[in-house]
């Protein structure tokens, strides 16, 4: 079985510039998660998409991150403009119903470097 | 809202040797528990995870881990490490928010073995 899919694996960009992430969950899979991680701290929650609906975005920056899952399966998010506290991994998880019993399978993540 | 806490940020252990990392957890109502791994390059990988019933928890590569509610911990013990359990380890809660299984993330626990 395919894992959680994610591009690109590292991105360099220069504050104020715009990124994107990529993300293609297991198939099959009803629940996306976008998580932040930082050096040094364990993963934080950005957004949860049920299919293509947001069930929790409420640690996502809106001024600056926005992301979207059209039809249901893959995802995007973005963050524009970049700021240097932006410097991280991105991860991606699915789960396949979002039910608290659900395991999350995580992607291996981006790492996003803001000089 | 739900924490998690784990208080040692670096751990060393010779090869053959026991492990116990320790985890310390806040939250209201009957926690969801879980470990992750997380390998250099890597997204997290799921240990085990406590719901409910029997408090020593059984997972993959000879990890167990036991929920004391009285003392709000969740550790991971393994009786005999080896060289490749080298990675950093992170405890989460589970919460339910709106449908969906939020995890609270550790810090994390970074574990070296001498071989």
């Known amino acids: 079985e395919a894992g959680v899919a994610q591009s690109p694996r590292y991105k360099i960009i220069e504050k104020r510039q715009s990124v994107a992430f990529w993300c293609n969950p297991i198939s099959g899979h009803a629940t996306l998660y976008w998580y932040q991680q930082i050096l040094g701290q364990g993963p934080k929650l950005l957004i949860q998409?049920?299919?293509?609906?947001?069930?929790?975005d409420s640690q996502l920056p809106k001024d600056r991150f926005s992301a979207e899952r059209l039809k249901g399966v893959d995802s995007t998010l973005k963050i524009q403009p970049a700021k240097l506290e932006d410097s991280a991994v991105y991860l991606c998880?699915?789960?396949?119903?979002?039910?608290?019993?659900?395991?999350?399978?995580f992607g291996p993540g981006t790492r996003l470097t803001v000089l | 809202a739900q924490s998690v806490t784990q208080p040692d940020i670096h751990i060393t252990v010779s090869e053959g040797a026991s492990l116990e990392l320790r985890c310390n957890y806040s939250?209201?109502?009957?926690?969801?528990l879980f470990w992750y791994v997380q390998s250099p390059g890597q997204g997290l990988q799921l240990l085990l995870k406590y719901f409910s019933g029997d408090t020593l928890v059984q997972g993959i590569k000879g990890f167990e881990a036991e929920f004391k509610r009285s003392q709000s911990s969740f550790n991971l013990r393994k009786p005999s490490v080896h060289w490749s359990d080298a990675a950093e380890y992170f405890c989460?809660?589970?919460?339910?928010?709106?449908?969906?299984?939020?995890?609270?993330f550790g810090t994390g626990t970074q574990l070296k073995v001498e071989l």
């Open positions: 998880a699915s789960s396949l119903a979002g039910t608290s019993t659900d395991t999350q399978y």
């Open positions: 989460a809660v589970g919460a339910v928010t709106g449908g969906g299984n939020k995890l609270t």
């Open positions: 998409f049920q299919n293509n609906g947001v069930v929790d």
């Open positions: 939250y209201g109502a009957t926690p969801y």
